[in-house]
Each structure stands twice: as C-alpha cells, then as structure tokens.
C-alpha cells in the first residue's frame, strides 16, 4: 500500500510540476537569476550563483470589487527586453553618470493584471501593473519575501504613539537585530530592512517609484518570511493641538488606495550585496525612479547650510543675548560666508508654527534678508507641514519676495495613499516657484529625489537631534546608516557636532549638546552620509575658535562625481572614496571599537596629489574632540594606515597637481 501512495504523490506533484509555468531570466553579469513560476499562484524566487537566495514569494493584489491578479494566471504573454544606458544625475549625491543596465520579464494577464520584472547586476525589482478602464479600489496586496533557512534581520521597528494608530510614525527609529522566525505579525516596521545571512549575500528589501499609493510596511510571520503591510486609505482625519500640530487618521477604510484603473505600481526592490561594501554604494532606488518631472533644474543649487536647532541658538562670545531673533541670525550669516557655506536655515521658531505670515516679533525679516544678500549667502525656511499645506501658494509667494531657495516642511509622520500625494502637491508647488525641498517627519525618498531633482533629500532617519534627549545615537547606529537607509536614498542625518563625547561620558543635554564619536567621525558624515543639502548642526561659536578645522569643513562638497566604497563590514566600519571634478575626499567610520585599516590608492589616477589629512588625535580615546590636521604629497603607490579611535574617524582630502 505504501508503494502505491508513494507513487501517487509523485504523479501529482509531476502534473502540478508540469502544469505550471516557469520562465528564467538572469542578470546581464549572469549572477542572479530570476525564476518566475505561474500556476495557481504567481510566485519568483531568487538565486545568486546557482544559491537560492529568495525562496518561492507570493505576488497578487486584490481589489475592492474581488477582482485578483491571481484570478487571470492562465494564458499569461511574456515579453522580454534588455536596456543598457547611462542615466546623468542632475543632482548627484552618489554619481553624476549611473549605469543601467538589466534584463526585463513582463508578464501580461487577460485579467487586466499584470506583472514587471527587472534583474540587475546588484538586484531584482518587480512591480504590478493594471489596465482598467475605470477607476479601481486596491483592497490589498500580497508582497511575500520567503527566504530558504532562518537569518538575522536590520529592521527599524515601530513604536507605537499612544494617541494614533500603528501606521503614524516619524520613521526615525534604531535597529533591531533579530532571527526572522522570532519576527511576529505584530511587529511592524518600514523599509529599507537587511537581511543577513552568514555565508550568502545580503538582502535588502525597499520599494521605489511610490506614487499616489501607501508605502511598504513589513511585518514578520514567525517562520522564514516577511510580508508586506500597507496603510489603509484614510478615511477620517483630524489635527492634533500641540506645539508642532500635525493631521492624523481617526478612521481608516477597509481598502488601502483608490486610484486610476490604468497605472504601474510602485517598485517592490530587493538588493543584492555579495559584499558589504556592496550595499552603500548600490543606487538601484534611484535607477528604478521615474525620470525627472522639472525640465529646468539649473535653479537647484545644493550645498551646505547651518541649522541653530539643535544647538538652540545658544552662541557664545557675542555681545547680544542670543536666540531665534535678528542678532543671532545675522551671526549665522557671517559664520557662512566665513567658511563657505551656501545658505543658513532659520528652524522651529522664526514664525508662529500655525501661520507662516505671523512673524516672531524678534525677527526683522527685511533686515535679514538684505544682510544675507548682501553676503551671498541664501535663506533657507523650516516650515510645519500642516501650516504649509493650508497656505502653499502665498507662502511660496513670500518666500519667492525674501529670497529663500530651499524649505523644509516638518511633522507630515505618515506614508498612506494620501499622504504620499500630499508630498507631490508640495514638490510641484516649490518647482514652479524654483524653491528647493527637503521633508522631516517623512518616510524615505524611494526615488522621489530623481522625479523630483529639488527635493533634495529626506529625514527618515534617527539622527543627531536624538542626542538632545536621549543616548540612542551611538557609534554602532551610526555605522548601520550607510548599509540600510541610505540605500533608500539622501538622508538628512545634520553632522557636525563639535562637542563630543566617549560612549561612557556622553549625557544628553539640551543647552549643551555632544554626540557620541569622536570629532573626526563627525566630519567623515559629510562624506559618508549622502545629502545634496548638508547641515552642520554644531555650534558657531566653537568652530570660530577653530578655523582650520571649519575650514577643511567647509570645503567638503555635497554632490560627487563619482563614488567607491573601499572597504566596509556593516556595522562596524566603512571606507569612502568620493571625486569632485579632480579632487577626491576618502572618509572612514568605525563603531565603538577602534580599528587600523589599510587603504590602497591604486584607484587614483596616475600623478601627483597634495593631500590634507584629519584624523583622530592621540587622545581621541579619551577626549574624542582631539584631532589632528597635516598635510602630505601622495600618488596611486602609495597606502593609506588608517587608526580611528572608538567611536572614530578619518578624511582625507586630495588635489591633483
């Protein structure tokens, strides 16, 4: 009877072998290979190599009227083509010109469905696609990450608020490290997440091209898998009376968008990392975004700027009573004409929050304004989201009157359908009035950068603020940064404390703010750290007693030619080499330990380089605001001994004769 049964199963499983339909495509280095499998379910798997590396996932979406992706699988049309082409980054923080290339699958369905599939040499994205006539309800979609056997995974987990649902967040949380089978249903959290195996390469798993839909959530399923979440479409808000007011969802709706019938859906990503040093230089994000909306972007100026938050305003060796007032601000347009940088941000405080033309009385705008012109230095604005969203146009107005080329708008702490629009309406609105753009309180770019080239970059990241109340910044988050957020695109992380502190003696203090690395770790942010808009978030006061140091500062670009990763262990440490016209700046990061690496110049071109080198001082272990800054004369022959101090850093900067 056994042989029987057994024979039996073996005739199923080949009629349901045979009756499904698998097509394979492969990268164009050959490395990853995609197999799409349709039978009575649409489902990929992933190898590197001829190593699985993502297990059969689940791919359907449903809609609101029952209508299923999975309804139409019979008689699927494939098509494949392959691209290769350069795409030139108008505002560059990775590289001005970027490769892409892939192999393409589509998959068509007589169900009005339909599926994308791209496979690179570093990735493999899909996306879903339909062809309604009519408008459409999106109830749900299934996006299944199954990996073979159990690994650890990077995830920023939610922390719930108290007064709002699971879905309201300001995306600025640490990483948890974590098995994926110890990972439930109920722990949710947003993307970019890593996956890390031991042996085989790293996974990153993000979305990009996110449109008039909600952003990815990812929650576990306590077995070898991730599963995609999604924000239901809002159905009732209200706004939140608090100091920095924001609107929020009382009432959700038992579908997660409506949108037009006949569209593309966002990206679903999944990068690929042999090494580590794979992962911060991987721009697959912004490859896979729709091509620039602003025909002119010759207005978008990137560049570096001071913010007074963090720090709140409190100068020093002035002869007025600092604060959010003219004095102060004048101080702060000096401060970046002395050093070089484009614009100051004027933050929280130089309005009232919920009505932009209600000035603060300390504040002289036409003062200002004329002063900074008159220092070819630009004003930049920070602006509550809620408070911009209700007066857009004549704030734009105004803001267009004073002067001011780039906005941030704050406390948006959403990523659901109509959240999202609101981030276009926003970014359409500063393109017609040649206002730049960054978002805080946001979820990550996800491309948003390349549709939009002015706005510049995003929050979504735990950053130097958190130092300000709490010990979370440590050096070990800070080496996790370029591995998993930044793949997401530009974060806005504001370096450049010049008050630091061991992890043992830092405290968190509002009037006095320190951060847990060395002074050198936070200048090597300003070439690790990707930001066209970069904000040295220290004290003037301080720097002006240092003027060599705030020199070689502010000379650090924002945009680069080109970018190599040297040498990287997420984590623990990361080499970066950037290029400016001919000039190349090397930047190094450790954790907590200190380590003494030894980088090759070999990628340099051939010639000689004046070199001007800030490391951490002898004493960095102790007093880590010790640097020391020299000057040498290399060439490609030559190596690089690199020791950086607990919590440490290193940067180098190199003009070709």
Known sequence: MKHYLCTFILLISAYIASAAIVREINSPDQSIRLSVNVADKLAYSISYKNQLLVAPSEIDMILSDGKKLSDGLANPVFSQRSNKSIIISPVPEK?????????????????????????????????????????????????????????????????????????????????????????????LFFTPVLIA??????????????EDYPGMFLVGTMSNA?????????????????????????????????TKGNRVFPWRVLMIAPQDKNLPANDLVYRLAS?????????????KATDEWIITSNIFNVPFKSGINTETYLYYIDFAKRFGFERIM??????????????????????????????????????????LEKQLEPALDQFNQWGVDFIMTDFINRDDQKAVQLF????????RHKIMLMFHGAFKPAGFNRTFPHAVAREAVLGS??????????????????????????????????????????????????????????????????????????????????????????????????????DAKL????????????????????????????????????????????????NADKYPADYNLSTAVLTKKDILKIHLAPGGGYVIKLVKK
């Open 95 to 187: 590289r001005k010109q970027i490769p892409d290339e892939y192999n393409e699958l589509t998959l068509s369905f007589p169900n009005s469905f339909g599926v994308i599939f791209r496979v690179y040499n570093d990735g493999v994205a899909y996306r879903i696609t339909t062809s309604f006539k009519d408008d459409i309800l999106v109830k749900n979609e299934v996006a299944d990450f199954y990996f073979p056997t159990n690994h650890q995974v990077y995830f920023p987990k939610v922390v719930p608020d108290a007064k709002m649902d699971k879905y309201h967040t300001s995306f600025e949380e640490l990483y948890t490290i974590q098995a994926m089978d110890s990972i439930s249903a109920n722990d």
């Open 346 to 387: 004027m933050d929280a405080g130089w309005s009232d929050n919920n009505d932009l033309f209600k000035i603060t009385p300390e504040i002289d705008m036409q003062k200002i304004t004329s002063y900074a012109k008159s220092k070819g230095v630009k004003i930049s604005m920070w602006t509550l989201a809620l408070t």
């Open 424 to 431: 276009y309406r926003i970014a359409e609105a500063c393109a």
């Open 571 to 618: 984590g623990d440490y990361i080499v970066t080499a950037r290029k400016k016209d001919k000039t190349w700046y090397i930047a190094a990061m450790t954790d907590a330990t200190a380590c003494d690496l030894t980088v090759p110049l070999d990628f340099l071109e051939a010639g000689t380089y004046t070199a001007t080198v800030c490391k951490d001082g002898v």
């Open 291 to 303: 091509p620039s909306r602003v025909a002119d972007v010759s207005w978008v100026k990137p560049g």
């Open 465 to 566: 603020e958190y130092n300000i109340w709490s010990n979370k910044v440590t050096p070990e988050h800070n080496l996790r940064l370029p591995f998993i957020r930044m793949l997401a695109g530009p974060l806005d992380y504001e370096p450049g404390m010049l008050n630091n502190a061991t992890v043992q003696g830092f405290k968190a203090h509002a009037e006095n703010v320190m951060s847990m690395t060395t002074r050198t770790q936070q200048l090597a942010m300003f070439v690790i750290y990707e930001s066209p808009i970069q904000f040295f978030a220290g004290n003037p006061s301080q720097g002006l007693m240092e003027p060599n140091f705030m020199e070689f500062l502010g000379g650090i670009p924002t945009v680069w030619d080109d970018t190599k990763v040297l």
């Open 226 to 258: 991730l599963r995609g979440n999604f924000a239901p479409y809002p159905a009732e808000e209200t706004e939140s009376k608090e100091l920095y007011s924001l609107k929020y969802v009382t009432k959700r709706a038992d579908y997660i968008a409506k």
């Open 197 to 210: 195996p031991e042996q085989s390469p790293k996974v990153a798993i993000t979305e990009s091209d996110l």
